[in-house]
């Protein structure tokens, strides 16, 4: 009992160590097993992802050698797009060069666009025209102050003014219009548009010639009216009853010259005191001359036939016809000496020549009066302008040495009167010595012509006596 109970535990542990055992063989197969199938899913695991890796290589081969052959096509493209980049450089370069000749081309062009563009400008301001078509040079103005680049519409325009200008320029027309009159006052009434020459007005008061403002854009009256005759001839024109018309070629520039012209009453009161001497000479003068042609022309006037028609009645000796014939015309000169030498026929030769030469002696006092006076004023009156001259350049010179040369007008009062004396002597003395040496000529022939006369009444005498 006791041998079982000591050997029982024994029993129990053999017991369950086989226990155990087997459960340790059972777990161990179950491990092994499991295992096994862990082995053989990892093999077939290790297969899959093997055929996997498989093909993925061939894909990655496959790949590679697209990769590769798209890698030589990227070369070959690379080399091809250098090539044409070189080729595009090239272009590049040459492109650039065009660019930059058309560039220099396009600013010359634009240049000369703006510089002909300033000269219709200034051609279009100046022009009278733009009285009558106003602001019409705005147009050029985006281009000269470069605010717009100058295109195709601007040269139209520029071309559209120009051509403008030069029609109404080449036209002679009469239009209404306005335009500042002598008083500063705006006033309407025909214009007389002559090119861009002269512009002319006519109002029911008055008519005369225009001057343009390019600053106002308005026609301006010259503030001196012109002489009549120019005033007639504008009238005239413009009613159409003449074909001419006064024209200032130089636009304007004569005509200013009207506005500071002196009339001779205006020179004269810039002489000073010595002009009046000058003036009464001139008077003088003229008076002396008119008064010896009127008594020339009335004692020589009809006796140019006179011998030739007394001869017929010499030669039969009718004196009394003779005599009849001389009656007609005894106030003349050369018919008192051939009545003198008539009525003293019975005389000598000796005696009756000297009776003609005592009657021509008698009648040159009368035919030479006043020839020497005329010659003296014709010789004082530019000695009287050398004075003024003179006296003129004296004062002028007073002036500068209190007053300096800085101030021209200053010196004017002085310079006139030097001018002015000089003018005035001088056109008084040329006309007077003119006029003194035609009637002192005259004289001479007239009385040589008496003289040839008596001699051929003495032989017509004497030879009817024989």
């Known amino acids: 009992m006791f041998f079982l109970l000591a050997f029982c535990p024994k029993l129990l542990f053999s017991k369950d160590m086989r226990i155990s055992s087997s459960e340790l063989s059972q777990k161990m197969k179950e491990i092994l097993e499991k295992a096994f199938e862990e082995k053989q899913r990892a093999l077939k695991k290790a297969k899959e992802v093997e055929e996997e890796i498989n093909i993925s290589r061939k894909k990655l081969k496959e790949a590679i050698s697209l990769l590769e052959k798209e890698k030589k096509r990227l070369l070959l493209e690379n080399k091809r797009l250098e090539k044409e980049i070189e080729v595009l450089k090239e272009k590049e370069k040459d492109l ?30 100046q022009s009278p025209q733009s009285a009558f078509y106003r602001n019409r040079e705005k147009a050029l103005k985006p281009i000269l102050e470069k605010v717009k680049f100058p295109g195709m519409d601007h040269i139209k325009e520029m071309v559209k003014l120009l051509f403008q200008e030069i029609l109404l320029s080449s036209e002679v027309r009469v239009q209404r219009g306005s335009f500042v009159n002598r008083s500063g006052e705006d006033e309407n009434g025909e214009i007389l548009v002559i090119g861009n020459f002269t512009a002319a007005y006519r109002t029911p008061k008055e008519c005369g010639f225009l001057l343009y403002s390019d600053k106002s854009e308005k026609f301006f009256a010259l503030s001196k009216l012109p002489s009549r005759f120019y005033r007639k001839k504008i009238k005239d024109y413009m009613q159409g009853s003449s074909n001419d018309v006064p024209v200032d070629i130089t636009k304007g520039a004569a005509l200013r010259q009207l506005t500071h012209s002196l009339s001779l009453t205006e020179q004269i009161k810039r002489g000073g005191p010595l002009v009046w001497p000058i003036l009464g000479i001139g008077i003088i003068g003229i008076i002396l001359t008119l008064e010896r042609l009127f008594y020339l022309l009335t004692k020589s006037t009809g006796t140019a036939d006179i011998v030739e028609q007394i001869r017929p009645y010499a030669a039969k000796g009718n ?34 020549e000297n009776v003609l030469q005592e009657a021509i002696l008698n009648e040159i006092p009368k035919l030479e009066r006043f020839l020497s006076t005329i010659g003296i004023l014709a010789a004082i009156a530019p000695l009287l302008g050398l004075l003024g001259t003179v006296t003129g350049m004296i004062n002028t010179f007073h002036v500068i040495t209190f007053y300096g040369t800085g101030d021209p007008r200053m010196m004017s009062s002085g310079i006139s009167e030097a001018l002015v004396t000089t003018m005035l002597g001088l056109s008084v003395a040329i006309p007077l010595m003119l006029c003194h040496t035609l009637i002192s000529r005259w004289v001479e022939s007239y009385i040589a012509k008496i003289e040839e006369s008596s001699v051929s009444l003495v032989n017509m005498i004497f030879a009817q006596k024989e």
């Open 96 to 125: 650039k060069t065009i660019k930059e000749e058309k560039e220099k081309d396009l600013k010359e062009l634009i240049g000369f666009i703006r510089t002909n563009t300033k000269d219709l400008y200034s051609l279009l301001k």
């Open 319 to 352: 004196w009394d016809n003779c005599l009849k014939l001389c009656e007609d015309k005894k106030d003349k000169t050369l018919v008192k000496v051939l009545i003198k030498g008539i009525e003293n026929r019975s005389l000598k030769r000796e005696d009756l």
